[in-house]
């Protein structure tokens, strides 16, 4: 069964750093695109950014391009999203998805979302 | 930076037929867009229902269709029932890798 388990909610303060996870299993993980998607409270779905596990290729989406960093360990079929320095616009629900391309396949699979709360 | 857009919401009532459109703040939507749609209802992730245009997603009942219509993609829900209402999002690709998601469309059921 083909599974995205994302990390635990995080109560941050502005200028901190975080890194989420999204640990997949049930299929191979290097054949498989993982996007993020970011949902700030109340509001639509925000695509951020894809990455490769298989060759580390990574797209971002120019809103969020040097804003984040899209990075995975192969070795534990986990995928990360990290922050170097938080903003309090950052506060938001994030998902893992992952698709068998980027172009013409569906989102098919979804993490259950980790909440980031960025706060001082 | 292109806009992806949607209606913010929309009613349909139980058994109707509604559909819901995704274009572009400029210019027209293909096929070259391969345009997908998402179901989410509150609490949950996003669910798949459409990808490349008109390919349902598994699982997804035959009365979700999608189409362009026009110079903008579309969803078509025939025979709306109770558990559609929901927020529905459309996603185009945009190249190089890049896919922008619409604002949403809420549907009710009424």
């Known amino acids: 069964e083909v599974q995205l388990v994302q990390s635990g909610a995080e109560v941050k303060k502005p200028g901190e750093s975080l890194k989420i996870s999204c640990k997949a299993s049930?299929?191979?993980?290097?054949?498989?695109?993982i996007a993020w998607v970011r949902q700030l409270p109340g509001k639509g779905l925000e695509w951020m950014g894809i990455f490769y596990p298989g060759d580390s290729d990574t797209r971002y989406s120019p809103s969020f391009q040097g804003q984040v960093t899209i990075s995975a360990d192969n070795s534990i079929n986990t995928a990360y999203l990290q922050w170097s320095s938080l903003k309090a616009s950052d506060t938001a629900l994030y998902y893992c998805?992952?698709?068998?391309?980027?172009?013409?396949?569906?989102?098919?699979?979804w993490g259950q979302g980790t909440l980031v709360t960025v706060s001082s | 930076q292109t806009v992806v857009t949607q209606e913010p919401s929309f009613s349909v009532s139980p058994g109707g037929t509604v559909t819901l459109t995704c274009g572009l703040s400029s210019g027209s939507v293909s096929t070259s867009y391969y345009p997908s749609w998402y179901q989410q209802t509150p609490g949950q992730a996003p669910r798949p229902l459409i990808h490349?245009?008109?390919t349902r997603s598994s699982g997804v009942p035959d009365r979700f269709s999608g189409s362009i219509l026009g110079n903008k993609a579309a969803l078509t829900i025939t025979g709306a029932q109770a558990d559609d209402e929901s927020d529905y999002y459309c996603?185009?690709?945009?190249?190089?890798?890049?896919?922008?998601f619409g604002g949403g469309t809420k549907l009710t059921v009424l």
């Open positions: 490349n245009t008109n």
């Open positions: 996603v185009l690709y945009m190249g190089s890798g890049i896919s922008v």
């Open positions: 049930g299929y191979t993980f290097t054949t498989y695109w």
């Open positions: 998805a992952r698709a068998l391309y980027y172009d013409t396949s569906p989102l098919d699979y």
